[in-house]
């Protein structure tokens, strides 16, 4: 059956495996995608939404690079928030609702379309591996399929086990089998694992519910959307809606604590801090009296819904009964209960920033599997293990961005330099350089660096310079042209700030905090600018927070630079930390466990002060 040997083999087709299989194919590799449910492949395990806080971003990242989430996410969507617009531009985040269907639908049209790339469903059991090289995989009816590199995006389902209550039953996903032989082959050659947990709430029929007494949560008037290239916004959208659990609600959960597998010892594993079981937050947080529920719809015509905040491995009659005394779900009836689910990682510390692995040549890793939570985290590994197993294979340089640059960055490093014991999340906060890295400007920053590995396609990059010229030009007019005195007042006693008393740049009056682009617009020299050079919104975005960020962004673009000096320290590798008697014990465990690779990723690994930094760079005679 598979007479020809594979560049790249992708084991898992959840949004890592997607990404990653894509990302290879496109570049060219050959590439088998090997799956135990070809039906399954896109599928949202948990919430039908992508984006939000820091993860919108990602997305836009991916789109940005050439990948496909940003494209899918926009054509199966039925509602697009802008979270966090109150706030700078910094801290913008999209959000989509999803058609769940359609979702994965999209996802396997568009690996169907992509040239380079074979499909077969069965489960690995293990890697075939010779002289520390992998060489390919053996699925669980003894097939050997060989290749030249494997990426593992194995999600929650090595050695995946379901708790609800006091039941247990292997799985990766509720009706879908765990996967086994992986873990006990990695640790056997030398990798250590551990155990995670995740879970997932409730799904209810629609038709039972009271939506009249809940509160109605939107989309945008204007709706904008994911990728850079033409999909269409929405015209149409879908309301989800808002209620609150209660203490008649808390003490029915709590009548069944004792037959809680958080509670009584069966998990043992740590969950997502950040996206705690409804059991986790009435216990942790005792003195709160409710707690947002949501209830999102999982598309367009179906009437399932999924309430996003009702996480639970409680028994299936406990979760019944305190669902029912929530407000709007009197009548509720279930289409399946909420469960907690337990399965392997293996430290993301053993990682190279390729995604390689340390200990096995040309073996990847990518998504839940290296310890983190979300569709969005996986789908970015994927697409860089896929991106850098091809670029390996060409013998062509690595593809690892900076955390000035993305997002994807900031979360490789964070796993490869700190590791976690914790399901990780992105988060705005985790990024230190992220003013640059907005929602707005992931095509300027990073669609040149997809089309130089070949990635996106010329199109695109056009797109981006187009967009780049007009918001510069649009920038250099504000700087250029002055605003009269008479004209500009109207504008400034509107908005109840300090008035002008000569002639001045347009730019200077721009920047100040209460001046928005609407207001500049009623100018009839900028509005008239506007449409001569038939400016789009996008670009009318750009302008606005390059005028009144510019300050921030720069100090920001400076701060950076100086990281970049440590970048360029390199570090030997296999370097011998046992040697250097100055470094603290701490440090000394730290970096031969990571080996970091230049100075500055040194300075990020917990534990190791500026001092040991200091003799580092004593050491390399710097």
């Known amino acids: 059956m598979f007479g020809e040997k594979y560049d790249v083999i992708v084991v898992g087709g959840g949004h890592a495996g997607a990404e990653a299989a894509a990302a290879a194919a496109n570049l060219g590799s050959k590439t088998l995608l090997v799956t135990m449910n070809l039906q399954n492949i896109g599928q949202m395990s948990c919430n039908p939404a992508m984006g939000g806080i820091a993860k919108g971003q990602i997305v836009r990242e991916i789109d940005a690079l050439g990948g496909y989430s940003g494209i899918v996410t926009d054509k199966s969507a039925i509602q697009f928030k802008m979270l966090n617009k109150s706030k700078g531009p910094a801290m913008w985040s999209p959000r989509a609702q999803n058609d769940r269907m359609r979702f994965a639908e999209e996802w396997r049209l568009a690996l169907e379309r992509t040239a380079n790339l074979d499909f077969y469903q069965e489960m690995v059991s293990g890697l075939l591996i010779q002289d520390n090289n992998v060489v390919g995989v053996k699925t669980s009816l003894g097939v050997d399929i060989y ?107 709590r009548e069944g604590f004792d037959r809680s597998p958080m509670f009584n010892g069966s998990i043992q594993s740590i969950g997502p801090r950040y996206c705690p079981s409804i059991e986790d937050k009435i216990n942790r947080f005792a003195e709160k009296d409710r707690h947002q529920l949501f209830v999102e719809p999982e598309g367009w015509n179906t009437v399932e819904y999924y309430i996003n905040g009702f996480s639970t491995s409680l028994p299936e009659d406990v979760q019944y009964k305190a669902l029912k005394s929530v407000k709007g779900f009197e009548n509720v009836k279930f289409f399946r209960p909420g469960y907690a689910i337990e399965y392997d990682y293996f430290p993301p510390t053993q990682l190279k920033h390729t995604l390689e692995t340390k200990l096995v040549n040309n073996l990847y890793f990518a998504g839940q599997i290296n310890g983190t939570t979300g569709y969005e985290e996986a789908a970015s590994q994927g697409l860089m293990a896929g991106i850098n197993a091809h670029l390996k294979l060409k013998e062509k340089e690595p593809f690892i961005l900076k955390r000035d640059e993305a997002y994807i960055g900031v979360l490789i490093d964070d796993l490869i330099t700190k590791g976690t014991e914790e399901p990780y999340r992105m988060f705005t906060s985790r990024a230190e350089y992220r003013t640059l890295l907005r929602q707005d400007n992931a095509d300027l920053r990073l669609t040149p660096k997809g089309f130089d590995i070949g990635l996106a396609k010329v199109d695109r990059l056009k797109r981006m310079e187009e967009k780049h010229k007009e918001a510069s ?76 960020y510019s300050g921030y962004i720069e100090k920001e673009k400076n701060n950076a630079d100086k990281l970049h000096r440590l970048e360029n320290v390199k570090i030997p590798s296999n370097f011998d930390y046992a040697k250097l008697k100055s470094l603290s014990y701490e440090a000394r465990e730290k970096l031969q466990e990571i080996q970091p690779v230049t100075i500055s990723q040194a300075s990020r690994i917990s534990g190791v002060s500026p001092s040991d930094i200091s003799v580092l760079l004593v050491y390399l005679g710097r």
Do not use: W
Request: aromatic share 8%; with cysteine; net charge negative.
């Open 147 to 253: 290749s030249r590199s494997v990426v593992l995006t194995n999600g929650t389902f090595l050695n995946g086990l379901i708790h609800i209550g006091e039941k247990q039953f292997g799985g990766g996903r509720a009706g879908e089998r765990a996967a086994t032989g992986i873990t006990e082959q990695l640790v056997d050659i030398g990798f250590d694992t551990g155990r995670m947990k995740t879970g997932t709430p409730p799904r209810v029929d629609g038709r039972s519910l009271n939506f009249e007494v809940m509160i109605p949560q939107p989309g945008d008037e204007k709706p904008e959307k994911f990728s850079y290239i033409d999909t269409t916004k929405l015209s149409t959208q879908r309301d989800c809606h808002m209620t609150h659990t209660s203490t008649v609600v808390h003490d029915l959960l």
């Open 473 to 548: 030009n649009f920038v250099d007019f504000f700087k250029k042209t002055s605003f009269k005195p008479e004209e500009m007042n109207t504008i400034l006693e509107e908005v109840g700030t300090a008035k002008v008393s000569q002639a001045d740049k347009m730019f200077k009056v721009f920047s100040r905090p209460k001046v928005t682009m609407n207001h500049m617009l009623k100018l009839e020299e900028v509005s008239n600018y506007v449409t001569n050079n038939g400016l789009d919104t996008e670009v009318l975005e750009q302008t606005e927070i390059q005028v009144k």
